[in-house]
Nanobody, 116 residues
């Protein structure tokens, strides 16, 4: 079955950085655009960043433009999210999935907490 395993989250101070990783299995990774999504307490899951099949085109939610960078390594079946200049409002559980996430199969996510 499909497995999407996120890692790299943690507690960081405002202005700090984290790099999230997603390891995918059970899918033909290279045929999907991939994305990162997040869900904050009491809020809906939202799109954060996406990357096309080859990794050459990226797109971001307005809230993270200029701060986050998504990338992928098809050989490793991995997706990454470099998160810089973190803000408290970035606090959420972060998930990776295909973009759009049409199959609705989510991993456990990784918690990112931005707090002083």
């Amino acid at each position: 079955q499909v497995q999407l395993v996120e890692s790299g989250g943690g507690l960081v101070q405002p202005g700090g950085s984290l790099r999230l990783s997603c390891a995918a299995s059970g899918i033909i990774f290279s045929i999907y655009a991939m994305g990162w999504f997040r869900q904050a307490p009491g809020k809906e899951r939202e799109f954060v960043a996406g990357v096309n099949l080859s990794g050459g085109t990226t797109y971001y939610a307005d809230s993270v433009k200029g701060r986050f960078t998504i990338s992928r390594d098809n050989a490793k079946k991995a997706v990454y999210l470099q998160m810089n200049s973190l803000k408290p409002e970035d606090t959420a559980v972060y998930y990776c999935n295909r973009h759009p996430p049409i199959y609705n199969d989510w991993g456990q996510g990784t918690q990112v907490t931005v707090s002083s």
